[in-house]
């Protein structure tokens, strides 16, 4: 069976940082193209940033440059989102998924792990 586990996601400050964590099993990660999609409720979803299959690519939202960093370790099956500078606008709940389109909810490959941006 094939699961991918996101976790890391919890209540932070304004300006602090986190890290994400993204485990699959039952899945080589390091044959696929990884993204973090996150949604916030009644809006849509949208694609965080994305790493291709050996990590030499990257891609990231406008609104994340210079403060996420999405990183992989194919030896562990894992995949990171390093977040820092961390905005209200940030709160979401986040995904980890084997693809650039953005899959979150019912539609994303785990439960999704929660970040809470509040002072």
């Known amino acids: 069976q094939v699961h991918i586990v996101e976790s890391g996601g919890t209540l932070v400050e304004p300006g602090g940082s986190l890290t994400l964590n993204c485990k699959g099993s039952g899945l080589d990660l390091s044959r696929v193209d990884m993204a973090w999609s996150r949604q916030v409720p009644e809006k849509a979803c949208e694609l965080v940033a994305g790493i291709s299959t050996t990590g030499d690519s990257t891609k990231y939202q406008d609104s994340v440059k210079d403060r996420f960093t999405i990183s992989r370790d194919n030896a562990e099956n894992t995949v990171t989102l390093q977040m820092s500078n961390l905005k209200f606008e940030d709160t979401a709940m986040y995904y980890c998924?084997?693809?650039?389109?953005?899959?979150?909810?019912?539609?994303?490959w785990g439960q999704g792990t929660q970040v809470t941006v509040s002072s």
């Open positions: 998924n084997p693809t650039f389109s953005p899959r979150c909810g019912a539609s994303g």
